[in-house]
């Protein structure tokens, strides 16, 4: 399974973003499909994540109420919905894929970057 990041960018403070994430192969038989982030210098972190039918999401503290994630399993594609982007969401961000229910992911996309100014 190939996935495909895109949609990062520069932005202000404030602003929105939409990250896309593209499979390569059916992502209804993806268990779980996220969305994960690093800082320069700092460690990857988790951001969201979504379950098989999309009716099940999870996300970090930091970015609840922010970020939304879905999925659109008739493209392929998931999705992650930045509103009210602040300077310490600047990371590069990586989806990701699980095909079991438990576990770690099993797939990884090759990151888009996400820069936002003060």
């Known amino acids: 399974v190939q996935l495909q990041a895109s949609g990062g960018g520069l932005v202000q403070a404030g602003g929105s973003l939409r990250l896309s994430c593209a499979a390569s192969e059916r992502t209804f038989s993806m268990n779980r499909m996220g969305w994960f982030r690093q800082a320069p210098g700092q460690e990857r972190e988790f951001v969201a994540a979504i379950g098989w039918s999309g009716s099940s999401t999870y996300y970090a503290d930091s970015v609840r109420g922010r970020f939304t994630i879905s999925r659109d399993n008739a493209k392929n594609t998931v999705y992650l919905q930045m509103n009210s982007l602040k300077p310490e969401d600047t990371a590069v961000y990586y989806c990701?894929?699980?095909?079991?229910?438990?576990?770690?992911?099993?797939?990884w996309g090759q990151g888009t970057l996400v820069t936002v100014s003060s």
């Open positions: 990701a894929a699980r095909v079991g229910r438990a576990g770690g992911y099993d797939y």
